[in-house]
């Protein structure tokens, strides 16, 4: 069974930052894509950066200032968050498009459970 571990969340001031980190465990063959989205409260999910086939997309609003960076051999996913505003302020969820190993395998999207970002003075 394929689980995807997210830390690095917390309480940050405007201007500061943070790193998120997703780790997936389990028997995977392969990742097609990784990913950060966010929830506002009140708002829908909505996709933050993505890197798939080695090509990386923002949203606009985190543009210039958040980066992700993925290392393949750990099966893992990072968001480096710098100049945070208020508005970035939500629960952050990796997700990842793998295909299981064993038999028989399968080709999923997989979802942390979210961790807590918050920007406030």
């Known amino acids: 069974q394929v689980q995807l571990v997210e830390s690095g969340g917390g309480l940050v001031q405007p201007g500061g930052s943070l790193r998120l980190s997703c780790a997936a465990s389990?028997?995977?063959?392969?990742?097609?894509?990784m990913g950060w989205y966010r929830q506002a409260p009140g708002k829908q999910r909505e996709l933050v950066a993505r890197i798939t086939g080695g090509h990386t997309d923002y949203t606009d609003s985190v543009k210039g200032r958040f980066t992700l960076s993925s290392d393949n051999a750990k099966n893992t996913v990072y968001l480096q968050m710098n100049s945070l505003k208020p508005e970035d302020t939500a629960v952050y969820y990796c997700?990842?498009?793998?295909?299981?190993?064993?038999?028989?395998?399968?080709?999923?999207?997989?979802w942390g459970q979210g961790t807590q970002v918050t920007v406030s003075s």
């Open positions: 389990g028997s995977i063959f392969s990742i097609y894509a």
């Open positions: 997700n990842m498009l793998l295909t299981t190993g064993g038999w028989p395998s399968r080709q999923a999207q997989y």
